[in-house]
C-alpha cells in the first residue's frame, strides 16, 4: 500500500506536467495558423515554372498555352528559388 502511495504523486505530476506540455503545443499551432500563409496567398509559387525560355517554350507549343515571362532585374534575383 505504502508503495502505491508513494507511486501516485509521480504519476499525478507526470500527467500535469503532460497537460501542460500538451497545451503549450497547441499554443505554439495556434499561432502557427494565426501566420501561416493560406492557399491564395501562395499561388505565385505554384506556377508551373520551366528553367529556360526554351523549354517554356516548347511546352507552350505542347500544351497550347501561352508564356508567362518574369524578368527580374537584380544581382540575385531567382524566382524558382523564391529569392528576389
Given at each position: 500500500?505504502?508503495?502505491?502511495?508513494?507511486?501516485l504523486p509521480?504519476?499525478?505530476?507526470?500527467?500535469?506536467?503532460?497537460?501542460?506540455?500538451?497545451?503549450?503545443?497547441?499554443?505554439?499551432?495556434?499561432?502557427?495558423?494565426?501566420?501561416?500563409?493560406?492557399?491564395?496567398?501562395?499561388?505565385?509559387?505554384?506556377?508551373?515554372?520551366?528553367?529556360?525560355?526554351?523549354?517554356?517554350?516548347?511546352?507552350?507549343?505542347?500544351?497550347?498555352?501561352?508564356?508567362?515571362?518574369?524578368?527580374?532585374?537584380?544581382?540575385?534575383?531567382?524566382?524558382?528559388?523564391?529569392?528576389?
Amino acid at each position: 500500500m505504502k508503495r502505491i502511495l508513494s507511486v501516485l504523486p509521480l504519476l499525478l505530476l507526470t500527467a500535469t506536467l503532460a497537460l501542460a506540455q500538451d497545451s503549450a503545443v497547441k499554443s505554439v499551432l495556434e499561432r502557427y495558423e494565426d501566420f501561416r500563409p493560406q492557399e491564395n496567398d501562395l499561388a505565385m509559387y505554384q506556377i508551373d515554372w520551366a528553367p529556360s525560355i526554351e523549354e517554356a517554350q516548347k511546352r507552350a507549343r505542347r500544351e497550347k498555352r501561352p508564356v508567362f515571362l518574369v524578368i527580374i532585374h537584380a544581382q540575385y534575383g531567382d524566382l524558382t528559388s523564391v529569392h528576389c
